[in-house]
């Protein structure tokens, strides 16, 4: 079984930064790609950020220059640091992994954290 499990989110002020957190467990034979991806209130979930297995980068217009995705392949963790933080940023913010499981079939398929709200205050 494997879970994904965000950390980081809360209450900022407008202008402030936060670190969000995201590590892969359980029974796990590689990670792919990894990103993150937000959704706020009435709105569609969207990609805020990707990134592969070889450290390739890709954001959203709206986010770049003020986010950063990084990984660190040894600790199956992916985490997005967000500067500049605007009202607009206001979100659940969900992690994604693109994993393959140990089983006879190396199975590969994407899974889904349970969020982390970030709410940003004017």
């Known amino acids: 079984q494997v879970q994904l499990a965000e950390s980081g989110g809360g209450l900022v002020q407008a202008g402030g930064s936060l670190r969000l957190s995201c590590a892969a467990s359980?029974?796990?034979?590689?990670?792919?790609?990894m990103a993150w991806y937000r959704q706020a209130p009435g709105k569609q979930r969207e990609l805020v950020a990707a990134i592969t297995s070889g450290g390739t980068t890709n954001y959203a217009d709206s986010v770049r220059g003020r986010f950063t995705i990084s990984r660190d392949n040894a600790k199956n963790a992916v985490y997005l640091q967000i500067n500049s933080l605007e009202p607009e940023d206001t979100a659940v913010y969900y992690c994604n992994a693109d994993i393959t499981i140990p089983d006879i079939f190396g199975y590969r398929g994407l899974y889904w954290g349970q969020g982390t709200q970030v709410i940003v205050s004017s």
């Open positions: 359980g029974s796990i034979s590689s990670i792919n790609g």
